[in-house]
């Protein structure tokens, strides 16, 4: 069965600098996407970024990137240059590419961005 | 723009009521899921339909049952809401193919059955 975890309850960073977001996973699947999600306090789930299994590059959108270790099954997410905006809770997700109805979710972590 | 609508944001219920959650997406797509959202424990599958009429549970559908009987619209149904159903529910939509397209989410309803 398919796993994700996110370790990282809360966290916290300066404005204008970088963090890193955790995310494991767990699959005997060979072939699988990756998805981070946003979700502000106002509730809404906002699709950041995707990372396929087989893809070479990891993947960037904006201010966004994907450091992802296959090996090490991780697919952690990268802000750069934090925003006020960017607090918020964040999910990691998961599907096998064969069976376009099983997405897994993480726990979440909230992220603070402080002033 | 893709656009997943949930009739409500916030609702307050009874226990023992019967409650109707309603979601229509306008993009065309096959696939439509429920989930529900509690802290700590991230998004889980209630049910969800990969064409009108179809559906299937999911991780946990005890207590609850769907409706789909137009491609926009997918109805996820408390058939006698109890406490322990209080939560935030999202309704979110995707095609079938090609695979790697994300899930596209409502803003999400906020339930309270009293």
């Known amino acids: 069965a398919q796993k994700i975890t996110q370790t990282q309850p809360g966290m916290f960073v300066q404005e204008k600098e970088a963090v890193t977001l955790d995310c494991t996973y767990d699959?005997?699947?060979?072939?699988?996407?990756l998805f981070w999600y946003k979700q502000p306090s106002s509730g809404e789930m906002i699709f950041l970024i995707y990372q396929g299994s087989y893809d070479q590059q990891n993947a960037t959108e904006g201010r966004y990137s994907l450091n992802f270790q296959k090996a090490r099954k991780s697919a952690n997410l990268v802000i750069s240059a934090s925003q006020l905006g960017d607090s918020a809770m964040y999910f990691c997700?998961?599907?096998?590419?064969?069976?376009?109805?099983?997405?897994?979710f993480g726990a979440g972590t909230r992220l603070t961005v402080k002033p | 723009d893709v656009k997943v609508t949930q009739s409500s944001r916030y609702l307050v219920k009874r226990t023992g009521e019967k409650v109707f959650l309603e979601c229509v997406q306008d993009m065309d797509h096959e696939n439509m899921f429920w989930y529900r959202q509690d802290p700590g424990l991230g998004l889980r599958l209630i049910y969800f339909s990969y064409d009108v009429k179809m559906k299937e549970k999911g991780d946990i559908p005890e207590g609850y049952s769907v409706s789909r009987e137009k491609k926009e619209r997918f109805s996820l149904i408390l058939e006698s809401a109890s406490t322990n159903q209080t939560s935030m529910y999202l309704c979110?939509?995707?095609?079938?193919?090609?695979?790697?397209?994300?899930?596209?989410f409502g803003d999400g309803t906020r339930l309270s059955i009293l």
């Open positions: 997700a998961m599907r096998d590419l064969y069976n376009n109805n099983d997405m897994r």
């Open positions: 699959t005997s699947d060979p072939s699988y996407g």
């Open positions: 979110a939509s995707s095609p079938q193919s090609p695979a790697n397209q994300p899930q596209h």
